[in-house]
């Protein structure tokens, strides 16, 4: 795959183009994305994401407590890589693109530069100004310009139409079920590990603490989850506390803290990509180091239970 960034000086032949933030990259995305490359086949080709950088939210939404992203772009780049996208075309999100109309967007980008041979939307596709740009208005451009449209349908699983909201949603109630099932794999976090208080090991709990890639990327709920940890190639079995650690710190700093089962060896400064099977319980306060130290080993064992029955 060719990662574009920018859409000037592009040489793509016939390009067959998909538009949006694909934020999570989920089911309905990836239909999308494959309905994108049957028709770049079609039509004789060459698939063409344009996505965007900063989120569009970021930009539209300044106050927003915590717009967040669900998807890094490097994590988006290598998704798009393994579905067998041709081209990638990152374009920067400022307030200049989000003042223009669906019909300027059209013209000036996806005809003037990219040379768009045919468009690929999903069900729900609006963009440009007022989000005014919908399937049908695209059909009128479409007829102007002489290029091909087709629009796919929703992705639907369990009677629910998958959307990048929903997994907000399921995520900031720490529903990693709901969320892997919308997004069809796992949900992933990647970063650095970094020093932290070294508690953990005086209690034989030694943690991994890992510092983000992106600090816009969102976290789920406060607790302990099931995960597993890709570290150079290999997989371990872990659970992973996100919080403030209330019974250890007063400093409401949410930290990344993940047992890795059976590791033993120094990571810092190593990347870690943790994904994030099921939540296990709730942050609690805990009186004493103790009782801290006899709830991690039950849940150990919930953990090893988890991984246990999807085997």
Known sequence: MQVHYGADNLHIENPVVT?????????GHLKVIEGLKKYAGDWR?????VTFDPHPREILYPLEKRPGILTT???????MEACGVQHLVIIRFNEELAALSYHE?????LVDKIGIKGLVVGYDHRFGKNREG????????????GFHIEQEEAFVTNAVNVSSTKIRTALELGDMAQVNDFLGYPYRIS???????????TIGFPTANLQTDDVRKLLPAAGVYAVTVTWQGKEYIGMLNVGIRPTVSNSGEIRLETHIFGFEGNLYGQKLTLSLIRRVRGERKFDTLQE??????????DVEA????RI
């Open 191 to 201: 970063g650095k590990i970094v020093h932290g208080d070294k508690i953990g090991r």
């Open 19 to 27: 538009i949006g933030s694909f934020d999570g990259v989920h089911k």
């Open 73 to 79: 772009l490097d994590e988006k780049i290598a998704i």
């Open 134 to 145: 919908n399937f049908d208005t695209l059909k009128e451009l479409a007829e102007k310009y």
């Open 292 to 301: 801290l130290s006899a709830q991690l080993s039950r849940d150990k064992k």
């Open 105 to 109: 967007f059209v013209r000036s980008i």
């Open 306 to 309: 988890i991984f246990a029955a």
């Open 45 to 49: 080709g060459e698939s063409v994401i």
